[in-house]
């Protein structure tokens, strides 16, 4: 991951406003998203290369300003690999399948495993027919 940035808010409405300013301002992903257990606040992190990360945040904190409080915000550069358990921890709610650390967001789950969208599974074999 070359760059991590976090964006926490009052609400998931200023969520969604500074994820869609961020992802609208520059090149980078959401890879999830955490209700914050001290109260009604949203952390959504999202990941790039460094300078699009930068702008995004920068892009997100405007948008989210307008619409209700943010708490705070930083760019990670290249984090930890210490940080990986925070970063994808069990509280994340997650967009699509991601590989942590591994490639790229959205390439797959870990194993080779292949995702599913509800519309793309295939029905269960009937037995006895």
Request: include cysteine; glycine fraction near 12%.
């Amino acid at each position: 991951m070359n760059a991590l940035g976090l964006i926490q808010t009052d609400g998931l409405v200023c969520a969604l406003e500074a994820a869609d300013a961020a992802t609208k301002a520059a090149n980078v992903q959401v890879i999830g998203w955490e209700i914050v257990r001290s109260g009604p606040q949203i952390m959504l992190k999202l990941q790039g290369d460094v300078s699009s990360v930068t702008a995004a945040m920068e892009a997100a904190q405007v948008a989210a300003a307008r619409v209700n409080r943010v708490i705070g915000v930083t760019v990670l550069a290249r984090p930890d690999p210490g940080l990986e358990k925070m970063i994808w921890s069990k509280e994340t709610v997650c967009p699509r399948p991601l590989v942590p650390s591994g490639g790229p967001v959205g390439s797959g789950l870990p194993g080779g495993q292949e995702a599913s969208s509800p519309g793309s599974r295939k029905p269960k074999a009937k037995s006895g027919a």
